[in-house]
C-alpha cells in the first residue's frame, strides 16, 4: 500500500456512547504519473494507448481508521460517509459501508487498509458509525446515522498544569506506580468528556 499525504484529515472523533472511536480519517489524492517514455510519445502527438491514458487519471479515495474502546471484542462496524466538495456541497453518500474486524478487543484499531474510491471533486467528509456489532450473536450497538462525530478535546499537558518541577516529577512516580503498564508515563492532565475517561498516560 503507498504511502501519500493527505489534503483532508479527521483525528480522534467520537460520540457519547459509541463503543468505537474513529481514530483517524483522511482524503487522498493519488496523482498521475506518466513514465518518461509516454512523455515522449505524446511530445511527439502520438496517441497514448488506453491503457496509459487511464492510469495518467487522477484517483482520489479515502482510508479510515478505527479503535475498539470497548472491553467487548468487535467484529464488524457500519458507517455512512458523507462526501463533501469545496463549496461544502454534498457529493454523495457511502451507505452501510461494513468493515469486518477479526475479532479484535479493547485498544485494537482496524480499518486503515482499506481504500474507499470516491469522486474527484471529493473535499472533505464526516463519518457516522451505524451498527458495532460484538463477538457472540445478535450483541450489537446501534448508532443514528444523523448524528455525526465530535473532535476529542486536546488534553493538557502535565507540563503545563503542573509547573513546579518536584511536584511533577512526584506525580509521575505515583502514577507508574499505580498503573497497570509500568512503562506508561503521566504526560497528561486527566480529563473527562461526556462519558470518557481520558488518562493521564493519554489513553
Wanted: proline letters at 4%.
Amino acid at each position: 500500500m503507498a504511502d501519500f499525504e493527505p489534503f483532508f484529515e479527521l483525528k480522534n472523533q467520537y460520540r457519547e456512547s459509541c463503543p468505537v472511536l474513529l481514530q483517524s480519517g483522511a482524503l487522498y489524492r493519488e496523482e498521475s504519473t506518466v513514465s518518461a517514455e509516454a512523455e515522449e510519445i505524446e511530445t511527439a502527438e502520438a496517441t497514448l494507448p488506453a491503457e496509459q491514458e487511464e492510469a495518467a487519471s487522477p484517483r482520489t479515495f479515502l482510508r479510515l481508521a478505527f479503535r475498539n474502546i470497548d472491553p467487548r471484542a468487535v467484529t464488524s462496524v457500519y458507517v455512512d460517509i458523507h462526501i463533501f466538495d469545496k463549496a461544502t456541497n454534498e457529493l454523495a453518500v457511502v451507505r452501510d459501508r461494513r468493515y469486518l474486524v477479526p475479532i479484535l478487543g479493547r485498544d485494537a484499531v482496524f480499518g486503515a487498509d482499506e481504500e474507499i474510491d470516491v469522486d474527484d471533486a471529493a473535499y472533505s467528509f464526516s463519518v457516522a458509525i451505524k451498527k458495532v456489532q460484538f463477538e457472540g450473536e445478535d450483541v450489537f450497538w446501534n448508532g443514528s446515522a444523523s448524528l455525526l462525530f465530535e473532535n476529542l478535546p486536546e488534553q493538557a499537558k502535565i507540563a503545563d498544569v503542573m509547573e513546579d518541577e518536584d511536584l511533577r516529577a512526584q506525580y509521575q512516580r505515583d502514577f507508574t506506580e499505580m498503573a497497570e503498564d509500568k512503562e506508561a508515563a503521566a504526560q497528561f492532565a486527566p480529563q473527562e468528556y461526556k462519558d470518557l475517561w481520558m488518562c493521564a498516560c493519554g489513553e
